[in-house]
């Protein structure tokens, strides 16, 4: 009995030292993440031009508190004449788990469905990004159906992730390392879906132009030299190589 009283007192103040400290320490915030950020992502890119940044809802900003966060809509430098729409660009960029979600979950979450989940490659560059639509099942206008086509990728410490099993993966480890100063980068580019299958062929192509375009610029400062080898062309022999091993 006497041992079970000196363990009942030593449990006890083992919790009140735990109170005590949630009470008197108060750790200091998380340092912004300096990495690429939006004065790094060009407003003029392959055609397209951007105005000013979007805002971003107070929770996202309070969810990514230590993350950087672009939000910018690129239109044709030429125009609209041939029916393409803007594209929305976002990256976010930081060193801890509130940079990586899978936009799935978020769509899904907003009452969408996800089809047409597959892999697509950036038009002369020998990247593989993410490509799904988001559908309502209304339509919302005359031309468009109610939906998104989306095309996003990953960064993590200059490894690119495109699989979703790689997505949750990586989310999961971040989650039980926490912040260890790795970069981490999530690029997604968006455009409406139309129900004119010409015209949405049209719209997906244009993208694709705009994200390659975008790629492109970024790509020196995404990746370390080491992942991009000389003059940019072993990017795919260390995506394919890094597949074998993972």
């Not at 919790?15 to 320490?25: C, P, T």
């Not at 159906?145 to 990586?170: E, K």
């Not at 192509?205 to 020196?220: G, I, K, N, S, V």
């Not at 992942?227 to 260390?238: A, F, P, S, T, Y």
Request: with cysteine.
């Amino acid at each position: 009995m006497p041992h079970i009283c000196r363990m009942g007192y030593l449990l006890a103040a083992l919790i009140g030292a735990a109170l005590l400290v949630s009470v008197v320490w108060k750790p200091a915030p998380p340092q912004r993440f300096a990495g690429l950020a939006g004065a790094d992502v060009p407003r003029s890119v392959g055609g397209w031009v951007s105005g000013a940044d979007e805002s971003v809802p107070a929770e996202t900003q309070a969810a990514l508190a230590s993350a950087s966060l672009t939000s910018r809509m690129y239109r044709p430098a030429a125009g609209n004449a041939l029916g393409v729409e803007p594209v929305s660009f976002v990256l976010i960029g930081g060193t801890d788990r509130s940079a990586l979600h899978d936009p799935r979950s978020c769509l899904i979450g907003a009452g969408m469905q996800i089809q047409n989940d597959h892999l697509e490659s950036l038009p002369g560059t020998g990247i593989e990004a993410r490509a799904c639509h988001a559908v309502t099942g209304t339509t919302t206008s005359g031309s468009t159906n109610g939906g998104f086509d989306i095309v996003y990728l990953y960064l993590v410490n200059g490894r690119i992730i495109n699989q979703a099993t790689q997505i949750r993966a990586a989310m999961l480890w971040s989650a039980l390392l926490g912040r260890r100063g790795t970069p981490v980068y999530f690029l997604r580019f968006t455009r409406p879906l139309y129900s004119d299958p010409r015209q949405d062929a049209l719209g997906h192509a244009a993208m694709l132009q705009f994200a390659t375009a975008m790629w492109t610029r970024l790509q020196p400062r995404l990746l370390p030299p080491t992942r991009m080898g000389k003059g940019h062309e072993c990017v795919k022999q260390n995506l394919c190589r890094e597949r074998r091993i993972s």
